[in-house]
């Protein structure tokens, strides 16, 4: 005798996906900060699109808590645009988290780590101070883009980790789309962009490419990392979110 497969009762992101898969960007904010009012954070590594995400949340609300990575090893063209296009903005919350200082002092005094582990540089540079700095928010949002591959091609606009719901507004943009708002809005560009980085981290691991390359390719490259850790799931038996590093 067959039996009828029972689906589970679809869970609150599910339901907020479906809701906002299609909707503008500034809608799901909009929607996110609803729900979510001062639990609602913003992560944003001031890199090259970052303007885009950033410009859309501050015409939601300017004092959104943006969480800054300084993981100290950034160039220092992102930390000048880091204040400048928040001032421009007119964002009145942004957050510079940096790593733990005993973290360094145990496990990378020299900071030479990305040499040998770039996965345990990224943990005590990246994840554990946004793990920490997260504690006070229920909710966040990233400005992850399918458009960028890897695994990001089956990004939800909605996703749930172990202990929040995360919006990621511009999963269905294209490039096109992000250009268009840049002109359109006359946002500034990072400084590295003109010199062929359209993809900004540390800058140990992060180098220019060739014009069409991959957005990524200049990150990590010569390894098989792709991402920073930020977006793996972290605990057992949770739906695993999407990677993405920032
Ligand atoms: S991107 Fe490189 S330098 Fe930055 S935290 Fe990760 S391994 Fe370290």
Not at 75 to 96: C, M, N
Request: charge should be negative; aromatic fraction near 8%; include cysteine.
């Amino acid at each position: 005798m067959a039996f009828a497969e029972v689906q589970s009762p679809p869970t609150f992101a599910q339901q907020l996906n479906d809701e906002l898969r299609n909707a503008h960007p500034t809608e799901i904010i909009r929607r996110a900060f609803e729900l979510y009012g001062p639990k609602l954070a913003l992560v944003s590594s001031f890199g090259a699109e970052s303007a885009v995400l950033l410009h859309l949340a501050a015409q939601v609300s300017k004092g959104i808590p943006v969480m800054f990575l300084d993981t100290g090893m950034l160039f220092g063209q992102t930390l000048d645009y880091r204040k400048s296009l928040s001032a421009e903005l007119g964002l009145s919350d942004v957050r510079d988290l940096r790593p733990r200082f005993a973290d360094l002092a145990t496990n990378d005094p020299d900071a030479v780590l990305w040499k040998t582990d770039t996965d345990a540089c990224c943990e005590i540079r990246k994840v554990v101070p946004l793990d920490l700095a997260l504690d006070d928010f229920d909710a966040w949002m990233t400005g992850r883009k399918r458009f960028h591959g890897g695994d990001r091609l089956r990004l939800p606009v909605v996703e749930e980790t172990e202990r929040h719901l995360k919006f990621n507004p511009l999963a269905n943009w294209s490039k096109e789309d992000l250009d268009a708002y840049v002109v359109k809005h006359h946002l500034p560009a990072h400084p590295l962009v003109a010199a062929g980085f359209p993809s900004i981290g540390c800058w140990p691991c992060t180098k220019a490419v060739d014009a069409g390359a991959d957005v990524r390719a200049g990150r990590w490259q010569g390894q098989d990392k792709t991402e920073c850790g930020i977006h793996t799931a972290r605990a057992p038996g949770v739906v695993s979110d999407v990677g993405g590093g920032i």
